[in-house]
T-cell receptor, first 115, second 116 residues
Framework: AQSVAQPEDQVKVAEGNPLTVKCTYSVSGNPYLFWYVQYPNRGLQFLLKYITGDNLVKGSYGFEAEFNKSQTSFHLKKPSALVSDSALYFCAVRDRNGNTGKLIFGQGTTLQVKP | NAGVMQNPRHLVRRRGQEARLRCSPMKGHSHVYWYRQLPEEGLKFMVYLQKENIIDESGMPKERFSAEFPKEGPSILRIQQVVRGDSAAYFC??????????????FGQGTRLTVV
């Protein structure tokens, strides 16, 4: 069965420090991978995606993510966190071999950046 | 170019009533997805529609839930005889034709359904 795991319910970092939000997946074959961010009472905003090519993907607001095929991971990173980065982050996968575009989401990780 | 529009933003229904949630995809998008987000959980896929066709409804509950995306007008997610367990945020996402698999989906702001 396809699944996505975000092992940390919450991540806390100080402003200016690097942050990592972890994501691992279980999908047959090579998936498409996505990160979305959700602010309170808002919809999901796309951050970045991995389709093919370079394992390090750069996205919006200074975020990046590294695809690691051997570890089936797609961790989200940012070199220097901002208080405004505090939000709920979702990792999602899409089966490349599927015939629909449905996304399978992790349960989300709340990022708290303290001043 | 307006984003994905969902209405209403908030909907309160008494048990046993019907809930109708609307989604207008981004201009030019012909693929619509509905997801449900229960409190403290991630989003769960419900249904994938193209104009006038249901492509994948594997995530839809077998009873009381239905969805449509007519040739004209918004996509509708309909929940009949709502129960308290239906209380959740319902998100619609759209993507353009032809590039579904490697294209990011664009999400609306959601409809928060509360069943009292």
């Amino acid at each position: 069965a396809q699944s996505v795991a975000q092992p940390e319910d919450q991540v806390k970092v100080a402003e200016g420090n690097p942050l990592t939000v972890k994501c691992t997946y279980s999908v047959s074959g090579n998936p498409y991978l996505f990160w979305y961010v959700q602010y309170p009472n808002r919809g999901l905003q796309f951050l970045l995606k991995y389709i093919t090519g370079d394992n390090l993907v750069k996205g919006s607001y200074g975020f990046e993510a590294e695809f690691n095929k051997s570890q089936t991971s797609f961790h989200l990173k940012k070199p220097s966190a901002l208080v405004s980065d505090s939000a709920l982050y979702f990792c999602a996968v899409r089966d490349r071999n599927g015939n629909t575009g449905k996304l399978i989401f992790g349960q989300g990780t709340t990022l708290q950046v303290k001043p | 170019n307006a984003g994905v529009m969902q209405n209403p933003r908030h909907l309160v229904r008494r048990r046993g009533q019907e809930a109708r949630l609307r989604c207008s995809p981004m201009k030019g998008h012909s693929h619509v997805y509905w997801y449900r987000q229960l409190p403290e959980e991630g989003l769960k896929f419900m249904v994938y529609l193209q104009k006038e066709n249901i492509i994948d409804e594997s995530g839809m509950p077998k009873e009381r839930f239905s969805a449509e995306f007519p040739k004209e007008g918004p996509s509708i997610l309909r929940i009949q005889q709502v129960v308290r367990g239906d209380s959740a945020a319902y998100f619609c996402a759209s993507s353009p034709p032809g590039g579904t698999m490697n294209t990011e989906a664009f999400f609306g702001q959601g409809t928060r359904l509360t069943v009292v």
